[in-house]
């Protein structure tokens, strides 16, 4: 069957912000990002994974826009490039407890 339609760049754009949230340890460092503004070391002392683990998901989350640089001295600190990054994380979590509460699957850790 031949497909009618094209599919609007938008949809593209969605699906690679999803991809680069789309991983647990990324998806904690958004949470922890919305508290304050946060150094790798800083990060990763409170998240328990080594600093060059928290650096390489910081780099995947700078190239796509979901977090920002900021340099005061010689500190380098990371923050949420909108609230809504945190929004939209916050909003699929809910979704996905929804759906496993309905089917009766739901993890106690949640």
């Keep these: 069957m031949k497909e009618k339609g094209k599919?609007?760049?938008?949809?593209?754009?969605?699906?690679?912000?999803?991809?680069?949230?789309?991983?647990?340890?990324?998806?904690?460092i958004i949470e922890k990002l919305n508290q304050k503004p946060?150094?790798?070391?800083?990060?990763?002392?409170?998240?328990?994974?080594?600093?060059?683990?928290?650096?390489?998901?910081?780099?995947?989350?700078?190239?796509?826009?979901?977090?920002?640089k900021i340099r005061e001295k010689n500190r380098v600190y990371y923050k949420l490039s909108f609230p809504e990054v945190l929004k939209a994380s916050r909003l699929a979590r809910d979704v996905m407890i929804k759906i496993f509460q309905e089917r009766g699957k739901l993890a106690g850790d949640i």
């Design 7 to 28: 599919v609007p760049e938008i949809y593209y754009l969605q699906a690679e912000f999803c991809k680069t949230i789309a991983q647990p340890k990324r998806l904690m």
């Design 38 to 68: 946060m150094t790798i070391t800083e990060l990763s002392e409170e998240l328990g994974f080594s600093p060059p683990n928290i650096s390489q998901h910081i780099k995947s989350l700078v190239e796509k826009g979901v977090i920002n």
